[in-house]
């Protein structure tokens, strides 16, 4: 019985072990997923070794205090107890400090007080892409306000160069969650956030609606479609001169990947 | 027919039901009142002084008969919340709809979202310490006793307002293959806008159930308040002079922190509830764009909601903290410090709920500082694991049932707690909220900790409840399965959040395929211990082994006989001298 059980913890403690290796394996697709993906990794290194640790010693303790027979009474241990709390304040202390400072940058935190279509003058780099992304009961619109361009079929991309996304839903709250780009933003009516990275990796990246939206919600997908700068142009081409309707579906072939 | 009735108007008729009900058992005469709060109690092992039958159970305001009907109903709830994890890890076998369809899953995670945290956690526990806290503290009943039955006695009503749709959805669909058309059936639907009810999307489902689920969810909420008033009054008046705050037992001491938490945080919850409800069907503007705007409901509800999280888990911690010196034969190391903890977390738990809203779009700013505290609130919990495993270092554990489950609880705590960490961690959370990481962390707490904790107490109390003993082998293989069950559910939910996918999605993608699978064999591990329990309990309550001797666990050994066992010895004692020729003696 009690092995039964010592194996079951042990498995238990192996598993968080190869949480570490999921997103370790990943590369970095744009500048939010790398800082994020750091920031994760590191915060596994400490995690899984204390997650180990503490495990272990429970299971050290069932193994060695079990039927003793020479059991002491509890003796109080004032600077023990305080130890472990410092020391967990420590380690807190860590995991606030590496997060403060990928939240403090702007590729993390983008803040929402440049409404669309306003940005602050001289904020939004000359050469940066603009997208409005609209969600609605269940399907996601990419407008780009610059290019004259609106497709609600893969949103296309071109990577190295900086992407403002103004995201707004509306009717209920929506989620725009690209979890391989490390992005997500709720999309709430009324409001309008700024998301604001940079792509480094070309590729499709699944976009999924991650906020509860009623009975399309699982079926609301899409997707990002990363491409360099000379496809992004020809694909802008292509919807400029389709965009009277016809065409747009043009794209929907590679959606289904 | 109903069917054109808002959902308002039945769900006011059951109210004035229920009030009218109350007004004639006022009005009854007192001899159809137990004897509870009158005279010393007498149940549990006699019937003496009360109405027999079903008459006693829906009259008594007895603390114990009352912690049993708790408990009871409880049990009920947990079994039909576990029945809607069962059907949703049963759809999620497949990446498509083959089981059931979308909005079916969507209202089944609902139900079983509010079933769960409304009426078989905060229930179970209420019911424990209905039955133990006046006998750990020595007191004859609760402050309030009548207050104690109305408390319960509102839990059924409200447990089927809210899930009144489903009830009417199945019959309706079994109905509906015969050839017949009731509009009623159909009106209502069963609520599929999630537990957390997040506008506009609630007001803006027409389904008029969810008025009445909104008016169970709020009448629940008052029940809970009256118990937990009971609690807070009773810990504090009802303690003989020498029992003092430092003797207090640590489990009463959880008990009052999760009490005082829950009279802060329910009645926000259902005034925010009416402020839906009056949104929903009188054209106010509280949560709407133009008004106060959605943002408005999610700071309300996790106002009350992240409290909640710690009105879950507190006694659950209290229980453990309870029970283990009890098998390690040796007291609580740090006791001072885990009461201490346990009050800093109910006062942090107040300054955190922001942190389930890092995704909306607030300033950075704001979620710095819901971070720190956040981080902040860790540092009381990781200690209780660590007095903890204090506690059992030098001791001499006896691996009972109880203890397993206590010890299990302990395992799925590391892992539970410290994948909370990553989610305080804004960055972290923007990736992992909203996917099936939070949904395995927080099942690791709300399967892994709180129903093993309930488990280690049914085991435990078990002889004082029944006057009997349960199947020992099977209680230590079923709490090993739970253990087991509890790991293989809710970890692979972990990598699954992190390959992105998320949460609510009653289809997917089919790339997460096999790790839903795994998760679902976990869920029917977890069902298979459930049902051995449910075995044990009422085989046992009915043939177990009578108890003769009340120190079942030996604890005057060490020194742990503690009141609530006193007073059982001394119920058998005179249960011998009632009944001299012992018919049920082996
Ligand atoms: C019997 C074991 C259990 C299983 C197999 C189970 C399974 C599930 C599943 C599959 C979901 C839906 C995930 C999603 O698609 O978003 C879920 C959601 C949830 N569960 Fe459980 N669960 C169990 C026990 C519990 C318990 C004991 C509690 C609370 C005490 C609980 C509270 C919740 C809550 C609050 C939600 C979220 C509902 C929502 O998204 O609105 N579950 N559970
Ligand atoms: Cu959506
Ligand atoms: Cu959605």
Redesign the pocket.
């Known amino acids: 019985m009690g092995r039964a059980r010592r194996g079951a913890i042990v498995a238990a403690v192996l598993i968080p072990a190869v949480l570490a290796t999921v997103p370790a394996t990943a590369l970095a697709s744009s500048a939010t997923d790398q800082l994020i993906s750091r920031l994760n990794r590191q915060l596994l290194y400490i995690a899984v070794p204390i997650a180990v640790l503490v495990e272990a010693i429970l299971i050290y303790t069932i193994w060695r205090f079990r039927d003793n027979d020479d059991p002491k009474p509890t003796r109080e241990n004032r600077q023990l107890e305080i130890t472990w709390t410092v020391a967990t304040a420590l380690v807190l202390l860590f995991v606030g400090t590496a997060s403060f400072h990928v939240l403090a940058d702007p590729a993390v935190s983008t803040i929402s007080d440049s409404p669309h279509g306003e940005p602050e003058p001289g904020e939004v780099p000359e050469d940066a892409v603009e997208v409005n992304v609209t969600a609605e009961q269940w399907a996601f619109t990419a407008d780009y306000p610059n290019e004259g361009v609106t497709t609600n079929e893969t949103m296309v991309l071109p990577a190295n160069r900086t992407v403002y996304m103004y995201v707004t839903s509306e009717d209920v709250i929506h989620s725009v969650h690209v979890p391989d780009l490390g992005l997500k933003q709720d999309a709430v009516p009324g409001e309008t956030n700024l998301v604001r990275t940079e792509l480094s990796e070309t590729g499709e990246y699944r976009l999924y609606c991650a906020e509860?939206c009623g009975a399309g919600h699982p079926e609301m997908l899409s997707s990002i479609r990363v491409v360099d700068e000379s496809e992004y142009d020809a694909w802008l081409d292509d919807q400029r001169s389709g965009s009277d309707g016809s065409t747009s579906n043009e794209s929907t072939a590679s959606n289904e990947s | 027919m109903i069917g054109p009735v808002p959902g308002v108007a039945v769900a006011l008729g059951a109210l004035l039901v229920l009030a009218a009900y109350y007004r004639f058992r006022a009005d009854s005469p007192p001899t159809s009142y137990a004897d509870g709060g009158i005279v010393t109690p007498k149940i549990g092992l006699t019937t003496t002084e009360k109405p027999s039958g079903l008459l006693r159970w829906l009259t008594t305001v007895d603390h114990k008969d009352i912690g049993l009907l708790y408990i009871l109903f409880g049990t009920a709830a947990?079994l039909w919340?576990?029945t809607?994890?069962?059907m949703?890890?049963t759809e999620?076998l497949v990446a498509d709809t083959t089981v059931w369809n979308v909005e079916t899953?969507n209202a089944?995670?609902?139900t079983?979202?509010?079933t769960?945290?409304f009426f078989?956690?905060t229930p179970v526990f209420t019911g424990i310490a209905n039955y133990m806290l006046p006998l750990l503290l020595d007191a004859d009943d609760l402050s309030f006793p009548r207050i104690n039955a109305i408390a319960f006695w509102l839990l059924p009503p409200s447990l089927l307002m809210v899930r009144g749709g489903l009830i009417t959805d199945v019959v309706g669909t079994v109905v509906g293959l015969l050839p017949l058309e009731i509009a009623a059936l159909t009106a209502l639907e069963p609520v599929a806008m999630?537990?957390?009810m997040y506008t506009p999307l609630s007001v803006e489902m027409t389904n008029p159930q969810i008025d009445v689920t909104l008016l169970g969810l709020h009448l629940s909420g008052i029940a809970t308040t009256m118990a937990a008033i009971n609690f807070i009054v009773t810990i504090f008046t009802e303690r003989p002079d020498d029992l003092g705050w430092d003797e207090l037992d640590i489990f009463s001491w959880n008990m009052l922190v999760t009490s005082g938490i829950i009279l802060l945080a329910f009645p926000l919850l259902g005034s925010t509830i009416i402020l839906l409800l009056l949104d929903r069907n009188f054209g106010t503007a509280f949560f709407a764009i133009e008004g106060g705007g959605p943002m408005l409901w999610q700071h309300l509800f996790w106002f009350f909601g992240h409290p909640e999280v710690y009105i879950?888990v507190l006694p659950a911690f209290g229980l453990i903290s309870f029970m283990l010196p009890k098998f390690c034969g040796r007291r609580l190391f740090g006791f001072r410090f885990i009461v201490y903890s346990t009050i800093a977390i109910g006062v942090m738990s107040f300054g955190v709920w922001a942190h389930h809203m890092f995704a909306t779009g607030m300033d950075p700013r704001l979620r710095a500082s819901f971070m720190a505290v956040s981080l902040a609130i860790a540092i009381p919990s990781a200690i209780k694991e660590f007095n903890w495993i204090a506690t059992m270092w030098n001791g001499r554990l006896r691996l009972t049932a109880p203890l397993i489950c206590v010890i299990g609880a302990m395992s799925t705590f590391v892992v539970g707690g410290i994948t909370g960490v990553f989610l305080a961690a804004v960055p972290v959370d923007l990736v992992l909220h909203d996917t099936?990481y939070v949904?395995g962390h927080?099942?690791l707490i709300?399967?892994g900790i709180?129903?093993l904790a309930m488990f280690a107490a049914s085991y435990y109390w078990f002889p004082i409840l029944t006057g009997r003993m349960y199947n020992r082998r099977l209680a230590r293989v079923q709490a090993t399965l739970l253990v087991v069950?509890a790991f293989v559910?809710f970890v692979p939910?972990l990598v699954l959040g992190y390959l992105g996918m998320?949460?609510?999605?009653?289809v997917y993608p089919a790339e997460f395929v096999p790790l839903n699978q795994v998760?679902s064999i976990?869920?029917f591990i977890?069902?298979v211990s459930?049902v051995l329990w449910l075995v044990n309990m009422i085989q046992s309550a009915r043939v177990g082994t009578i108890v003769d001797d009340a120190d079942v666990w030996n604890l005057k050994e060490t020194d742990q006989f503690t009141r609530e066992w006193q007073w059982f010895e001394k119920r058998l004692a005179e249960r011998r001298s009632e009944r001299p020729d012992p018919d049920e003696e082996p």
Not at chain 2, 502 to 506: E, I, L, Q, W
Request: glycine content about 18%; proline content about 4%; cysteine-free.
């Open positions: 509860l | 947990a919340g576990a809607d994890g069962m949703m890890r999620l899953y089944v995670f609902t079983h979202g509010l769960m945290l078989f956690v999630g537990w957390t879950l099936h949904v927080f099942h709300v399967v709180i129903p069950g559910t939910l998320p949460r609510r999605y009653g998760a976990g869920a977890l069902g459930l």
